[in-house]
Each structure stands twice: as C-alpha cells, then as structure tokens.
C-alpha cells in the first residue's frame, strides 16, 4: 500500500508539472529548492515526501497542496492551470 500511495503521488506530481507548459522538473526543483533528482524520485514513486516539501512542490506548481492528493484525475488531461 505504501508504495501505491508513492507512485501515484508522483504520477500526480507529473501530471500537473507537465499541464504548467510542460515545466520541466529542473524547473520545478529550482522553483521548490530541491534538487532535480528528488524530484524524479518522487515522481517514479521511490521518494516518501515530507509535508514541508509537498508544501513546497504545490507552491511551486501553483495548487493547493491537496490537489496533489487528489488521485481521482490521475490520467485526465484537464488540469488547472
């Protein structure tokens, strides 16, 4: 279940970055100060993120940090922008 919850946090995370012009994610890790590795590990589910860094990632992605738990439009294409 864990890693469930991982994967599709970071297809989440993907999905949203790429619905921001397709911002890529040295982008996004600049914008979060992160670095780009952690980001392509959350996004390939292999990262467990701290709230503080979620809080970031939507900051950065411009959505509330429950967008990003939102599972349900995993896959659609409309995303806010």
Known sequence: MTN???????QKVRQI???KSNMSQEKLAFECDLHRTYISDIERG??????????KISKA????????LDF???GNCEQKK
């Open 4 to 10: 469930n919850i991982r994967l599709l946090f970071g």
């Open 17 to 19: 970055r790429l619905s």
């Open 46 to 55: 292999t990262r467990n993120v701290s709230l503080d860094n979620i809080e």
């Open 61 to 68: 992605l411009g959505v509330q940090p429950k967008d990003l």
């Open 72 to 74: 349900t439009t995993i």
